[in-house]
């Protein structure tokens, strides 16, 4: 523990020294916003309402496994808000698993500044990270965040990613750096963009996957719901500074949102990892696991459809999940309503439904699909929603656990 | 972090004959195979080379007397050829062919097999010899492979693709919906050496060749017989005799490019295009039409292509940068859309697309809203040219390698589930490639 407090010491001044011998903004911490003046990635001015700004930083961090295991990851953390002098102390040990949701509407102007704020546990690790930003449409290399083909941000610096948000739907995002590893490691996150026919009511909704035009994607109440799965064993590897196993690559704990169950119907964020002997935490005190998978619909207020924003970004495997007595409709798929090409080309409304209902749905890593549960009807109760892989319906050793969480539907 | 060191040689190399296959303006072509409607193969036995320089003993249907290859020869025929594949076998087993998708396959001579006539092992020096002859009557891209002891031959390497063309050039089907500009072939294989070093070691001793395969734990993933990065190398390359196919894709901005995709291999495999959605417009030598003549209407778009054991996929992707909110050309280089200049207003009407460049005008002369930071905060990757503009290089990390001799911009398309982009422990491999969106005026064949 020690020596990783010394580290949160010295990191930040050598980053920082770093950063004084630079020519120009390239090795600093440099956030860039429309409006914003004091580098917190929130506008102080009035700008185009438009503009949204996140800044995150890329680094490491613990997270705990449903069965108290502990494990070391990579990750992002949101230090939106935070001034760039503290963001990379804020940055340190405080990866998020998954990584912090990302929420955009249809006409964004996104600017995703991206902070590599280093590695504490591996500091002989000098690696990169990126963004990419999974499914963006008509995408340029530069902000792909696909580093073959552009860059990765090094220890210390910032790039700011930029992104005219036009098509709705459910995307991802991960760091693509050494894209085997950073990924098993955990850089992974959900990402959506609501459609620009949100606040129009149709057919009795005024929230859409997609802008259907009839209403046919309208939900009450949405929830991202991100596949995972990790191999411990990796994971260990690159605590201990040991060669990684790719080939080995068997993924032990499965998840949603970062978490196995029972974990994931906790409703809050779960508690800063501890060290099991000295019982302090593993992060400085930073939560880690701050995505709930636990899924409510009150209809007496809330009405009675809800949107399951399916992802799926583990490394090693498909994954298969149904909600067991509740009826699943697929209205999209990869980021595009489940509708043919438009003859006409005057934009989606004309395709062919290509909607159908279903009792499962099957993603394999990189594909996400939406899923409308219509519980008018149902009785009250709390349904489960779990991987039909049954040998992966666990916390590794420990059943039942892993890829499961409730969906409790009340009067 | 190290691992990219193991492999560096080979990106080297491959720095060398990119140039040299941009410089004789070759072999980038289209999809390499041979043409019909009449085929002899010879399934035998060599070695294949893996990325990471393992050298894996493979069996394979070769063209004629030519060298064993991994995939099998690329077959194309053209919709509504009777089609004959002669195969002669010199392996130490029976071997045979089935061709999934095509009806009222007939076979002559060889010996009875469980699902289809066979070839029998060679003996006394002298091959075994079937023949098959069928009607493609359906356009559409198919998987041929071994119907004898199929999970130890196809693993083995007894696979290849059977291209049906339709009647109207640079079309997928019978449907102008269908058209395409470029057209590239995506097999997808994966290898467990194991079973590889086992059967080699049999057929050796001249033993029965019994191996378990149902323990399976594939290290090797491919495309087109290769592993990332010699995917990128030319076809034909001489330091890959027995893998003569390559997976380079190309295109300029605005032009289509038709992925046909094969699954030839055990697990599923999620192929992500980076740039864009991609339009799938068939299955299994199918178009997803809603009715006969409608056209692919009920194709779906993705961006990530979920590859079933078995099936094939013709998909289009399309890319022209629109709504990026930046000019992709750039601000520094005088150049125009649709004649304006950056600066000058569009003309009421006016196309939404410059017709040699196919730049989106309505973001002409538009800045990138970012600064990027200098190259201290940055490492820039091997297919990165220095600059965020299509045609401009830019400044590198200094002793990084570029292998990006146009300015193009590189998108990877690989396997999603990226344990399988690594070769053996090694990363990067595996099932991985690039498209590269060419500037306008650069050649593609
Ligand atoms: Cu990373």
Redesign the pocket.
Known sequence: MNSVKLRKLVLPLALAACGLSASQAGAAVFVQCPGDTNGDAIPDTAVDPSVKCVHLA?GDGFSTMADGKVVYG?GFADITGVAPADAINTGLLAANFSAPTIELKEGDKFYLTLTNVGMVIRPDLF?P??VHFHGFPQQAPVFDGMPEGSFGVNMGSSVTYFYNVLEPGTFIYH?H??ATE?MQMG?LGNLFVRPAQDGTPIAGYTRFAYNDGDGSTGYHKAYPLQLGSLDHNFHDSSEAVQPLPFAEMRDTYTLFNGRGYPDTVNPGALPTPLDPDSGESKNFGNQSQKVSSLVTLDRATEGTRLLLRFSNLNVTNYYTVTALGLPMRVVGGGAHIARGPDPDGAGPLQGKDLYYDTGSVTLGGGEAVDVIVDTAGLPAGTYFLYTTNFNYLSNNDEDFGGMMTEIVVQN | MNTLLHILPRWLGMAATLLLGGMAGTAWAVIDGVSGPTFNLTAKADYISAADGNYIYAWGYANGAGPMQYPGVTMIVNQGDTVTVNLSNELPVPVSIVFPGQQGVVSSGGVTGLIEQEAPAMSGGVPGTVSYTFTATHAGTYLYHSGTQPALQVEMGLLGALIVRPAVANQAYGHANTRFDHEYLFLLTEMDERIHDEVELLVAYEQPVNVDTSIYKPEYWFINGRNAPDTMLEPDTPWLPTQPYNSMPRMHPGEKLLMRVINAGRDLHPLHTHGNNIWVLARDGRMLESAPGTGPDLAFSDFTLRTVPGETYDAIFEWTGKGLDWDIYGTNLAHTCNGKSIGQAQDPGAPTYDPITKEYCADHGKTIPVVLPNLQGLTTGPHYSGSPYLGQFGNLTPGSTLLNENAGYFHMWHSHNEREIVNNDIFPGGMMTMLIIEPPGVAIP
């Open positions: 890329a990579f690696d990270h990126t760091c750096m050494e950073h850089m």
